[in-house]
Every structure is written in structure tokens, then in C-alpha cells.
């Protein structure tokens, strides 16, 4: 199973060993009288997902700088790594860019089978948490951040309008703001460039629409083969 990694914009050129996917829990425990204890359910808390992300400083055969699902499908066709080749201080900018703009960010995880057909995916909106720079003479020339996420839930304030009818009596209306989080979202797009439904859903989207969908409802079957430039596709 390959697994792709995406912060942000970014792709991890090494995926991490292991990872760790929280979802912590919101629940409460209290005693009553005569009943002892008894569990008060909650929605769960925010997810949280940690891992160590390898950052090399030369090349590696199994190292990936694609910047595409696509891309990383032919590459293993040619049965080579990227020659656009980035060391680690370009990562360490990419973090460092993530903390200082204090702004959620979007985190994709991927995993695709060895027929490179799409398993599941890990797709929300997160805040880069925490993050170390690690350096061992184990690991030679190379950099290994530990990397702490955060599941980000958009939030705003409510306005309340409060009309009043010909009889005399009053109506509330809550307004509520949407977060501009993402950017918005059209119907339809076209394709300007030869790109895959991924690639195309991705750009659009920021990774808030689940290109799965996309692809169906269009009537794609494969999601690496690169659509014709003035395609329109539809999003919803």
C-alpha cells in the first residue's frame, strides 16, 4: 500500500514510517445519588494526527517530490524518482510559513493499493500544532520533524434579525456567517490545462470536495488519466 502525504500544498517527499490518528473524546463521568456512576455521551473532541516526516538532504530512490497524484503514478511507471529534487531547509520554510500565517491549512493523506487504485483518504482542515527539527547521526545528513495536527471546525458569530409582521408580532431570524476558510466554490469548472480529476477537484477546492464524488458523478473511471484541455466539469 503507498501511502501520500499533503500539507497543504506541500508533499512530504518521504512518507512516515507510522502515524497516529486520535479522535479524543468528549464524554463525562459523574456520580449520582443511589445510581453510582454513569457516562454522559458528548460529541467527540477534535482529531488529532501526529507522525515524523523524514526530510532528506540528497536523493533517494524512494524519496517523491511530484507534486501530483499524477505525477507520483508516472514516476512509478518510470521506475524513478522526480528530478525536481528539494532539500530539507525548503520543508523547514514550508512549517516555519505554516505556523507565522496563522491560518488553518488543509491535510490530505492518501493511500492507494498496489494496483494504484484509491483505498481511502484522510481530508481536514488542520493547524499545524507543533513540530521539531531532529537531528541524529543515524540519520546521516537528513532532518526528521515530528509533526503534532489539529483538526480545525470553522466558526463565526451569529446575527439575529428580528422583524416584526402586520399583526404586531416579532420573528427572529439568525444570520449566520460562514467562515471564509476556503475559498468559494463554483458549479462548474473548466479545464485549462491537461490535469487529472484529482489534480482538477484539488485546485479547485483546496481538498474540501471529495473528488471520489466528482469523479463519479462525470462519468471519470480513472483518476490519474489526464483530462482534455476545455473539458467542463461539474462539482455539485
Same mark, same amino acid.
Not at 35 to 46: A, C, D, T
Not at 208 to 219: A, F, L, P
Given at each position: 500500500?503507498?501511502?501520500?502525504?499533503?500539507?497543504?500544498? =506541500?508533499?512530504?517527499?518521504?512518507?512516515?514510517?507510522?502515524?497516529?490518528?486520535?479522535?479524543?473524546?468528549?464524554?463525562? @463521568?459523574?456520580?449520582?445519588? *443511589?445510581?453510582?456512576?454513569?457516562?454522559?455521551?458528548?460529541?467527540?473532541?477534535?482529531?488529532?494526527?501526529?507522525?515524523?516526516?523524514?526530510?532528506?538532504?540528497?536523493?533517494?530512490?524512494?524519496? *517523491?517530490?511530484?507534486?501530483?497524484?499524477?505525477?507520483?503514478?508516472? =514516476?512509478?511507471?518510470?521506475?524513478?524518482?522526480?528530478? *525536481?529534487?528539494?532539500? %530539507?531547509?525548503?520543508?523547514?520554510?514550508?512549517?516555519?510559513?505554516?505556523?507565522?500565517?496563522?491560518?488553518?491549512?488543509?491535510?490530505?493523506?492518501?493511500?492507494?493499493?498496489?494496483?494504484?487504485?484509491?483505498?481511502?483518504?484522510?481530508?481536514?482542515?488542520? =493547524?499545524?500544532?507543533?513540530?521539531?527539527?531532529?537531528?541524529?547521526?543515524?540519520?546521516?545528513?537528513?532532518?526528521?520533524?515530528?509533526?503534532?495536527?489539529?483538526?480545525?471546525?470553522?466558526?463565526? =458569530?451569529?446575527?439575529?434579525?428580528?422583524? @416584526?409582521?402586520?399583526?404586531?408580532?416579532?420573528?427572529?431570524?439568525?444570520?449566520? @456567517?460562514?467562515?471564509?476558510?476556503?475559498?468559494?466554490?463554483?458549479?462548474?469548472?473548466?479545464?485549462?490545462?491537461?490535469?487529472?480529476?484529482?489534480? %482538477?477537484?484539488?485546485?479547485?477546492?483546496?481538498?474540501?470536495?471529495?473528488?471520489?464524488?466528482?469523479?463519479?458523478?462525470?462519468?471519470?473511471?480513472?483518476?490519474?488519466?489526464?483530462?482534455?484541455?476545455?473539458?467542463?466539469?461539474?462539482?455539485?
Amino acid at each position: 500500500m503507498s501511502y501520500y502525504f499533503f500539507v497543504g500544498d =506541500t508533499m512530504l517527499p518521504v512518507p512516515p514510517e507510522k502515524m497516529n490518528i486520535k479522535i479524543k473524546g468528549k464524554n463525562k @463521568t459523574v456520580t449520582l445519588i *443511589n445510581e453510582g456512576e454513569v457516562n454522559i455521551i458528548k460529541q467527540s473532541g477534535l482529531t488529532e494526527i501526529t507522525f515524523d516526516a523524514r526530510l532528506p538532504n540528497r536523493r533517494y530512490p524512494f524519496s *517523491n517530490y511530484d507534486t501530483s497524484l499524477a505525477d507520483s503514478f508516472l =514516476t512509478s511507471l518510470n521506475r524513478g524518482s522526480s528530478f *525536481n529534487f528539494k532539500n %530539507a531547509s525548503y520543508f523547514l520554510s514550508q512549517l516555519e510559513k505554516a505556523k507565522q500565517n496563522q491560518k488553518p491549512l488543509r491535510l490530505i493523506i492518501c493511500r492507494m493499493s498496489g494496483a494504484f487504485t484509491m483505498l481511502f483518504d484522510t481530508n481536514m482542515l488542520v =493547524t499545524l500544532e507543533d513540530y521539531g527539527i531532529n537531528e541524529d547521526a543515524r540519520n546521516g545528513i537528513d532532518v526528521v520533524c515530528p509533526l503534532k495536527f489539529k483538526q480545525y471546525k470553522p466558526y463565526g =458569530t451569529k446575527e439575529c434579525e428580528v422583524t @416584526t409582521d402586520e399583526n404586531g408580532k416579532k420573528h427572529i431570524r439568525v444570520r449566520e @456567517t460562514r467562515p471564509a476558510v476556503d475559498k468559494s466554490i463554483p458549479a462548474a469548472m473548466k479545464i485549462r490545462n491537461e490535469q487529472s480529476i484529482w489534480e %482538477a477537484v484539488k485546485g479547485i477546492s483546496n481538498g474540501s470536495i471529495d473528488w471520489k464524488q466528482v469523479m463519479t458523478s462525470n462519468g471519470i473511471s480513472n483518476p490519474c488519466a489526464p483530462m482534455k484541455r476545455g473539458t467542463v466539469l461539474h462539482l455539485g
